[in-house]
Structure formats: structure tokens, C-alpha cells
């Protein structure tokens, strides 16, 4: 309307200004009665100009809701007593203006009054154009001129007086937009009592503590699992699944079929679009559990799927779409489809499924190869009357295109359910536009302690919701690998987003309770959610406004070393019991530390198994007790000085060690800390578990396996003082004699490393030690 409005009122001034003879085209002479119409038009025309102005600003009133002029976003002070009033006074004056050119007498009175201030008789285009500059330097005065001045006189030397109640507002509404209002706030006791009779009774966690790390498992996959170079594992899953009656966390990938790793030889017309089709099966191993190798134990491997437990056994193993799934293919064909390789030879199959569209007749031929292939397509004779072409098989770019309203998280995970493969991708409604909350960045810095040192690490996170200042987890989306087949279900009721969205689209969504209970046993609290939450609780938790308007507990994600890497602490998922209780509940976990400190603070948690689905839990720590962080935990590795001296050895002559994640994990009413520890051979193509680091308060213990490190807690070391024969013998030792030693079995320490020979690299490595401890004893009695 405005831009109408602006462009005739413009036009009609130009033609009362610029005579005839500037636009070098002849005009029919203007008489007064057609000169007068034209003037009427354009004060008709800026009358509407300032009502659609005054209406305008009559919006903008409400656009205070997201004001950036105080505090916090939203009104303050300034906002509610002076810019609101302010607005109203614009509102009315600018209507008046819009009155007085649009009602002829009193336009007529204003003609009189500027022709009585200037000597000589001004045409109606300049009056109006006087009127209109005028207003805007009267908004300028009104809007922005006294308010600021209110601002930066009144308000800012007194700002936490003023501005309190609305950063109350601002809290509230924040902690709504970003669903922290319905958190569990509690206090974690951290007791340090920590005995064997715990071990005993939570079994259930500590029988699924994850010691593989995901990077590291997927080497391992792709050097034993991928079987052919056409199959790829994208990434690894972590999920839960029942069987032999154990409840039990797991990583699971999917074998897809990634066209391009096929030799340029074999990237035919026909291999693509016929013959290789599908993916095969999944792999899937304990989060715990590896072979004396160093390598996992898979439950379920190699093509065809072989499972070690039946409630595992995969019966429709075909992956038809997938995440590498990017271009289309053509089933039952007159061409074979491969299935899997079986030795020198391959197993074919025909598409069973109804995915896809029917090639019934030569109309849709010549579509689909007009659409895709072109004359190659139309003019095959592999495609016959039965035959399905499969498109958009990517799956977040399949369910996009049904659902781009909504935004999806960018990690979708496969799931075994009654022996077919499905898809589950979490779906977000989100909105930049919820009053008085703050919006998310995706741009974090963390500030940490190195020494004496501060230095700053910046991530993205979550660049896909940058901006919102709302979002709910409303949907979980479930596609079928096999069949294509896509079901939205809803998971939040009460998001007013998704509810006008069911309405626009009625068949598009489920409800919850229609989920089938074997898929809905698979459902996560999505990983981004609870980061995207939790940088927003580190500040946000603080509900006092003066403590939050002084920033004095504002917390950080927790860092690690990771990959020999420092990095902030992704969200990961636990097997706990929650208090109270001895069912083990699947949970998705982040911890937090203070600012500029590694202690931790606190740490939430969502809950992810369905009878307490999308409780938000958060634990903060007594501020009396010193919780030591992932980072402190390293540290401590480092400072060991036999733990310290086998990694750099590790780390020399052709090993590399890699350093997982740093696991805190909550037993009872304590916290224990888990971090596996890789080997890998600069000539190797995968990493191997050798060691495994735990610890509880300030005391550590490390072993080849998880128990003997868990054992190794309980169990006092207590060291005996040598005998007058051991000194005497001791002192006859030169010191010559130690160095020779020492380097001797340093040499066989490396020689039986690179050999493979481990057991026999360990006692060379006991040698080395007790040479080097015997030789500091040696030097120090010499010295004293």
C-alpha cells in the first residue's frame, strides 16, 4: 500500500513540477480546472500517505516485544513508559496531518497560513513536502531523540533498579521459549563414597558404559564390516535394545551403497540405475564390550546379517533409502539387481516392496526419462511394465519436501524393529518471533584455564537454528528403509505451531500413541535439542534478576582432549537409574563447569525411554564440594607419571594414542569418570582399545579392561620397604649398569610393539620401569 501510494503521489508532483519542455514530449496544455484535479489528487494521495504511516507505526507498537533498547531483549523501562506513550503521540499527530490535507477546509487554512509566512506564493508540492519532512523530524524527536536521552540520563545510572521487572520477563519467557520452564531442578549430593557393594547393585550401568568411541568404531567398521568398496558406513548410532533379556546401550551402523567408490569403469548407465540399488544390513556391537584384539563384539555383522541373538536377526536387511542414497534407480527390471556378495560370486533379488512409482505404461517412461535420464532411460529395454523408479531416497531431503515447514536435526539413526530397518529423524518447530526471549547463538566461545593460561575455543553449534528464540521437539519421523514409506508423529500436543499445522494438514500427522511400540522404544532425546537447551540453562538458569543481570553464575559447557584435541563436550548418552529407582532408563547427558574454571558445576540431562519421554532434568553440585571436570581428568592422566610414561612411549616410533571421551557418569549419589584409550599404528587403517583410565574423587586406576581398572580402585597398594639384603645388593648396582638396562628394555618394549607382540612389550615395559625407579632411588640417596 505504501509503495502505491509513494509512487502515484510522486508521479503527480512530477508532472506539477517539471514543465512540458523538460520531458521533450508534447502534453496537452493544462487548463486550472485540470490542474486543480491534480492537486486534489495529490493531497489525497499524501492524506493516505500518513494514514498508512500512522498505521505503521501503530505495529511497530508491538514489535517493543523484541526490543533491543534495554538490558535483555524485550520492553524495559524506556520501552514501556516512554517509547509506547511515544508511539501513541505519533500515531495521533500523524493522523491529524493526514485529517488536515484530506478535509479541504482545513487544508485550505494551512495553504493561507504558509502563504502569509513567505513573500512569495510557494506551489502545493513544496507545502507538502514542508509537511512531510516535518513529520519525520517530529519522529525523530519523539522516537528516538527523548528516549534515548531518558535512557542514558535515567535509566542506565540506575539500570538493575529499573530495569528489574523485565528482566523477570525476559527469564520467563526465555526459559518458555526454549521449554526449560518444565526442568526438574535438583541438587546432586556428591557424596565420596564409592565401595564394591555399589559395583554390585548397578550392574545395569556399569555393564553399559560405553568405552568405544564412535570415530574409532567406525574405522573398525570400515576395515571389517564395509566388505565390498561399494559399501559405506556414514556414521555410528548410539541406541538401546532388549535382548537376552538384558536392557543394553549399543552402536549400530548402516551398510549403504555409495555409488561413487565404484571404479570409473563400473559407473555405467546400467550399474547405477539398475544393478546396484541398495545397501545391506547393519552392524551392531555392546558399547562395552572387545575381543582380546582390541576389537569390538559384534552382535550383529557381515551380509547376509548373522546375529548372535535372536530378538537381533535382521530379516529385510535391503537399505532402499537411506542418508547416501542421493540418486534415483529403477527396480524390477529385466537387469539383476545385485543383492550382497557371496565369495567369487554375487546373490540377485527382485524389489518386493510398493516404494516408488509404477513405469505401467510408456506416458510415464517418457515423464520420468524427460525428468532424469533422458533419451538413455526411454530407450532402454530394461525397464518393463512392473518396474518402480525410486527418487528423492535421501531421506532428510525426502521428508523436507513433504514437511519444509518444519526443521530437522541432522542426524538421523537406523533402527531394527520385528526385524525391517527404519529411519527416525527428529523434527523442530521453531520461531525467531516469541516475546521477550532471548535468541539463540550458534556461535559459542568457551573461555578455559591451560596452566596459568586463558585461552578461547569457538565452535558452531546447531548453525540451523541460529536465530530462534523458540523451538519445541514436536515430531519424530519415521522412514521405512525398505519401502520409502514416510509417518510424522507428534510428540508435543501443546506447541501451538504444531497444532496449526495438523490443522493445515490433517493426514500428515499421527498422533503418539499410533507409533508402533517396537519404534517407539527407539526414540532419543535429540542431541541438538538438549545443546541447543543447555547453552541457553548456562545462563539462563539463574532466576535472580540481580544475580543474572551481574552474570555471577554463568556457566560453560565442560571441555575434554579429545583426538589429543581440546573440544567442548558433546551430549552423550548413559544407561542411570534414576533415584528411587532400579530400572535403568536410557539418558542423554551434558555437563557444565564455571567460567574460566574446570570444576564442575552441573549437568541435564532428557530423558529418552517412553514412560518418562522429554523430562528435562538438570543437577547442580553443593558450591562446597570440588567435582573435578573432563579436563581435570586429563590432567590427572598426565601427571601420572607410569601412565604418562607408557602413552609417550606409546606415542612414539610409528603408535599413535587417541584419547576418547571423558565420560562422567552418575552412580547413586556419586560420579565416576571413564576414558578409553586407543592405540593405532601409523601403518594401521583402525585404532585398538588397549587401555582403559577410571576414576573416582582424586583417585585413579587404569587397566586393559574396564573391571580391572574398576578393581583396581578398591585395592590398596600399600608399598613394603626393602630388606638390609635388597639395599645392600641394591647399592651394589652402578649406575652405568641401570641405563643399560633401562635402554635395553626400552628397545625390546619398541621392538615387540611393532611386532604385535603385546604381552611380551608390557613386561619389557614392567623392566623399563623398574630400572628407572630404581635408578631415581640410586640418585636420590646419592644427592642426599
Not at 487544508?107 to 516535518?134: D, I, M
Not at 545462563?539 to 581440546?566: C, G
Request: hydrophobic fraction near 35%; charge should be neutral.
Amino acid at each position: 500500500m505504501l509503495s502505491l501510494v509513494i509512487i502515484g503521489t510522486a508521479f503527480t508532483a512530477l508532472f506539477l513540477k517539471v514543465s512540458q519542455e523538460q520531458f521533450e514530449i508534447q502534453l496537452p496544455q493544462s487548463d486550472p480546472t485540470t490542474q486543480r484535479k491534480l492537486y486534489q489528487t495529490l493531497y489525497l494521495g499524501t492524506a493516505f500517505f500518513f494514514f498508512i504511516l500512522a498505521y505503521g507505526k501503530y505495529l511497530n507498537r508491538f514489535h517493543l516485544l523484541y526490543s533491543t533498547w534495554g538490558t535483555v531483549i524485550g520492553p524495559g523501562w524506556t520501552d514501556v513508559h516512554i517509547r509506547l506513550p511515544a508511539y501513541t503521540v505519533v500515531i495521533i499527530l500523524t493522523l491529524l496531518a493526514g485529517l488536515i490535507l484530506l478535509i479541504p477546509p482545513l487544508r485550505n487554512r494551512l495553504k493561507n497560513v504558509w502563504e502569509k509566512r513567505t513573500t512569495h506564493q510557494r506551489s502545493p508540492v513544496y507545502v507538502l513536502g514542508s509537511a512531510v519532512a516535518g513529520t519525520f523530524l517530529l519522529w525523530f524527536i519523539i522516537l528516538t531523540l527523548i528516549p534515548g536521552l531518558f535512557q542514558w540520563l535515567r535509566v542506565e545510572p540506575n539500570e538493575i533498579t529499573f530495569e528489574k521487572p523485565y528482566i523477570e520477563n525476559n527469564i520467563q519467557m526465555t526459559r518458555r521459549g526454549f521449554r526449560l520452564h518444565v526442568v526438574e531442578e535438583r541438587e546432586y549430593p556428591a557424596t565420596e563414597k564409592f565401595t564394591p557393594q555399589m559395583v554390585q547393585q548397578n550392574q545395569n550401568i556399569f555393564s553399559n558404559i560405553r568405552l568405544w568411541d564412535w570415530r574409532a568404531l567406525d574405522a573398525v567398521y570400515k576395515q571389517f564390516q564395509e566388505i565390498r568398496l561399494y559399501y559405506e558406513f556414514k556414521d555410528v548410532d548410539i541406541d538401546r535394545y532388549t535382548f537376552n533379556n538384558e536392557y543394553r546401550q549399543v552402536m549400530v551402523s548402516a551398510r549403504e551403497l555409495e555409488l561413487s567408490n565404484l571404479p570409473l569403469k563400473s559407473q555405467t548407465f546400467v550399474n547405477k540405475r539398475f544393478k546396484y540399488t541398495h545397501g545391506n544390513g547393519i552392524t551392531l556391537t555392546p558399547v562395552r564390550e572387545f575381543t582380546a584384539d582390541g576389537l569390538p563384539n559384534l552382535l550383529v555383522k557381515d551380509i547376509p546379517p548373522k546375529s548372535k541373538y535372536p530378538e537381533l536377526e535382521v530379516t529385510t536387511p535391503q537399505i532402499y533409502y537411506g542418508e547416501l542414497t542421493d540418486s534415483h534407480v529403477v527396480a524390477n527390471t529385466r537387469e539383476k539387481e545385485l543383492d550382497y556378495p557371496s565369495g567369487e560370486k554375487n546373490v540377485y533379488t527382485r524389489y518386493q516392496g510398493k516404494g516408488g512409482v509404477v513405469l505401467k505404461n510408456i506416458w510415464r517412461k517418457f515423464l520420468f526419462g524427460w525428468k532424469f535420464d533422458g533419451t538413455r532411460f526411454f530407450l532402454s529395454n530394461y525397464p518393463t511394465s512392473q518396474s518402480r523408479i525410486l527418487f528423492r531416497r535421501e531421506i532428510s531431503e525426502r521428508i523436507k519436501t513433504l514437511a519444509p515447514f518444519l526443521n530437522f536435526d541432522d542426524d538421523p539413526y537406523i533402527v531394527l524393529a520385528d526385524g525391517k530397518l527404519y529411519w527416525i529423524l527428529d523434527g523442530y518447530t521453531t520461531s525467531s518471533q516469541y516475546p521477550y526471549s532471548e535468541a539463540f547463538s550458534s556461535r559459542e566461545t568457551i573461555e578455559y584455564k591451560m596452566g596459568n593460561q586463558t585461552r578461547s575455543l569457538s565452535t558452531n553449534v546447531g548453525e540451523y537454528l541460529d536465530g530462534i528464540n523458540y523451538i519445541r521437539n514436536s515430531v519424530k519421523v519415521v522412514v521405512d528403509a525398505y519401502e520409502g514409506s514416510v509417518n510424522f508423529y507428534v510428540f508435543d500436543p501443546k506447541d501451538p505451531l504444531i497444532q496449526v499445522w495438523d490443522r493445515i494438514f490433517p493426514e500428515l500427522f499421527q498422533k503418539k500413541s499410533q507409533m508402533p511400540p517396537e519404534l517407539l522404544n527407539h526414540v532419543r532425546y535429540p542431541s541438538d535439542m538438549l545443546l541447543v537447551q543447555g547453552l541457553v540453562y548456562a545462563k539462563y538458569h539463574m532466576s535472580d534478576p540481580t544475580v543474572f543481570y551481574n552474570q555471577e553464575d554463568l556457566w560453560i559447557r565442560a571441555t575434554e582432549k579429545y583426538y589429543n584435541q581440546v573440544q567442548p563436550v558433546e551430549p552423550y548418552y548413559v544407561m542411570w537409574e534414576l533415584p528411587g529407582s532400579d530400572e535403568p532408563q536410557f539418558v542423554l547427558i551434558l555437563p557444565f563447569t564455571p567460567k574460566n574454571r574446570q570444576v564442575l558445576i552441573g549437568w541435564i540431562a532428557g530423558m529418552c525411554d517412553p514412560q518418562n519421554y522429554g523430562r528435562f532434568l538438570a543437577y547442580k553440585f553443593p558450591k562446597e564440594k570440588r567435582m573435578l571436570g573432563p579436563q581435570q581428568v586429563e590432567t590427572k592422566i598426565d601427571q601420572d607419571r607410569f601412565l604418562s610414561g607408557q602413552l609417550t612411549l606409546w606415542d612414539q616410533r610409528g603408535s599413535n594414542v587417541i584419547r576418547g571421551n571423558v565420560l562422567a557418569i552418575p552412580i547413586e549419589k556419586t560420579l565416576i569418570y571413564v576414558e578409553p584409550l586407543y592405540l593405532q599404528s601409523e601403518t594401521a587403517a583402525y585404532p585398538e582399545l588397549r587401555l582403559v583410565a577410571v576414576m573416582h574423587g582424586d583417585n585413579l586406576s587404569y587397566a586393559e579392561t574396564f573391571d580391572q581398572a574398576l578393581k583396581g580402585l578398591f585395592e590398596k597398594t600399600a608399598k613394603e620397604l626393602p630388606t638390609e639384603k635388597e639395599v645392600s645388593i641394591e647399592k651394589k648396582i652402578s649406575s652405568e649398569k641401570l641405563i643399560q638396562k633401562a635402554n635395553q628394555a626400552f628397545e625390546d618394549y619398541l621392538r615387540f610393539q611393532g611386532q604385535k607382540q603385546f604381552e611380551k612389550a608390557a613386561q619389557a615395559l614392567h623392566r623399563l620401569q623398574e630400572a628407572l625407579q630404581k635408578l631415581s632411588k640410586r640418585t636420590s640417596s646419592s644427592e642426599s
